[in-house]
């Protein structure tokens, strides 16, 4: 083994000094052709692998390469547009539920902004109520006081006049018994005169 | 040094007599050489296939054989598989797959496509690797498929044969240079041969001009050498170590009991260095077209 090796790696050396188009023209292999095979340079199997390398990439290239990279491209295209949509679309609905969360809070705000307004008109309609009320019973009131204060007046003039004439009439009759003095005459008329200032006084 | 002989039938022979407890008319060497080494007949349990062959061409004074050869069998096989798999897969992603990720066979194909298409082609060659792409796939996958055909029982690697992966350097070669003479155009082009470092001032650019020139030059040409050097050294080698490991029982062969544990010891080790030869096919046939990514890359952003 160690003859072999060693001319192995006289080879390898010596492949590695020499160009391989040096190396192509001692092409030298086939029947008898030991270690030195190894690294001898065969131009018909080197025709033969450009040829079925540049049948494979055609074919290959054309009908399996292409299909498949297109078909990757299309599924993650797909995947993308799937992650964009899934995106999109959580998006919009974070934006709904803010819209609905917005529009429930105004709805909110709005019927708690009718039950205070209806509260206050309740109680500004309450209070005016009671104003009116008030006012309507105070009037009243005044008008009941007017009325009583006037049907006074009129009974105290009646009275009084009644009063006259009773007066009168008593007197008369005391008159027309013992009364027939100038002096008593005076008195009478004195006193009925001061009546009548009283009367109009009240 | 003695030339082995190709030929099945002396391989036989010279087994039979290992088998037969006369290790010292075994020789590893040959054995290694009987594995590794192109040959004109393929050998399978029972029976040898001797090639059809036909004449050599002369062509301008080089001859050039296109005759069926072991490899060039085995390239024919692995293609056939390469494009059984890739139609197939292909057919089943597009067809059934568009919406949803495929399982099983398909889905490990497309995590490798998806890989290169994001990691290789687009982390490397950047903007218009669409175009590179299927070039880039079909070179990983086709040169995996070689690798590992060489772990199959009664297979063996096209790509342990310089000749295989000097070809597919070249092709790189010539895709990662033509692909930057259409991007870049003439004069852009000739400025990744002609190279003058910016800055430099008068009578240092002509300096700078012979000097670099010649680095450039190298550079361009030691790229596919190193791949195709890379790859079909590693798949030699690892081949030779299996098979070093497992002549290592017809070796001891004569050795009463010390063979038992030569063998075992051998079968231990050529099964760890299987599953290493199964990592090694899948990063080889990685590098081999992440650099060929690379070397594009580079190219289409030379400036």
């Known amino acids: 083994m160690t003859a072999n090796t060693w001319n192995g790696v006289a080879g390898t050396l010596a492949l590695i000094s020499a160009s391989p188009l040096a190396l192509a023209a001692q092409e030298d292999h086939g029947e008898g052709g030991g270690w030195d095979a190894l690294f001898s340079v065969d131009v018909g199997l080197m025709i033969w692998t450009v040829l079925v390398f540049g049948v494979l990439l055609f074919i290959l290239g054309r009908f399996a ?138 | 040094m003695r030339f082995l002989p190709l030929a099945g039938q002396e391989h036989e022979a010279v087994q039979e007599t290992a088998e037969g407890g006369h290790a010292e008319a075994f020789d590893l060497g040959e054995m290694l050489s009987h594995h590794i080494l192109n040959a004109r007949e393929y050998e399978f349990p029972g029976f040898v296939w001797h090639m059809p062959q036909m004449d050599p061409i002369h062509l301008g004074g080089m001859t050039i054989d296109f005759s069926l050869t072991k490899h060039t069998f085995l390239m024919l096989v692995a293609a056939v598989i390469t494009l059984a798999i890739g139609l197939v897969v292909a057919r089943t992603i597009s067809r059934r797959h568009v919406t949803a ?55 063996g690697t096209p790509t342990g044969n310089i000749s295989v992966t000097a070809a597919l350097a070249i092709i790189t ?100 260095i299987m599953m290493l030869e199964l990592l090694v096919a899948f990063i080889q046939a990685y590098i081999f077209a992440m650099l060929s990514a690379v070397f594009i890359g580079l190219m289409q952003h030379e400036h």
Request: aromatic share 10%; net charge neutral.
């Open chain 1, 65 to 202: 390469w292409r299909p498949m990279l297109t078909a990757l491209d299309a599924r993650e295209k797909g995947i993308q547009d799937a992650i964009d949509e899934a995106n999109r679309q959580r998006d919009e609905a974070q934006r709904l539920m803010a819209e609905h969360q917005a529009q429930l809070a105004d709805g909110r705000r709005q019927a708690q902004q009718l039950m205070a307004d209806g509260r206050e008109a309740a109680e500004r309609l309450r209070k005016e109520l009671e104003e009116k009320a008030r006012a309507e019973s105070a009037t009243i009131l005044d008008n009941a006081r007017r009325e009583i204060g006037r049907e006074r007046d009129a009974a105290v003039e009646t009275v009084r006049r009644e009063a006259v004439d009773l007066a009168l009439a008593a007197a008369a009759r005391l008159v027309s018994e013992r009364l027939d003095g100038e002096r008593d005459r005076q008195l009478i008329s004195g006193y009925i005169e001061e009546l009548g200032r009283g009367g109009a006084e009240a």
């Open chain 2, 101 to 155: 990720a495929p399982s099983g066979f398909a889905n490990a194909v497309e995590a490798m496509v998806v890989f290169f298409r994001d990691d290789v082609c687009k982390g490397n060659i950047g903007h218009g690797y669409e175009r590179f792409a299927p070039f880039i796939l079909t070179l990983f996958f086709f040169i995996l498929t070689m690798n590992l055909l060489g772990l199959m029982p009664w297979g």
């Open chain 2, 173 to 272: 070669f010539f895709v990662v240079e033509i692909s930057g003479f259409f991007k870049l155009g003439a004069a852009g082009y000739a400025r990744t041969i002609f190279f003058v470092p910016p800055g430099t001032e008068g009578v240092w650019k002509l300096v700078m001009l012979l000097v670099m020139t010649p680095v450039e030059f190298l550079s361009k040409l030691t790229k596919p050498f190193a791949l195709a050097i890379r790859l079909f050294a590693n798949m030699t080698a690892g081949h030779m170590l299996i098979f070093s490991l497992l002549g290592l029982i017809f070796v001891f062969g004569n050795m009463a009991y010390t063979r038992w544990v030569v063998a075992g010891a051998s079968f231990a080790m050529t099964t760890a």
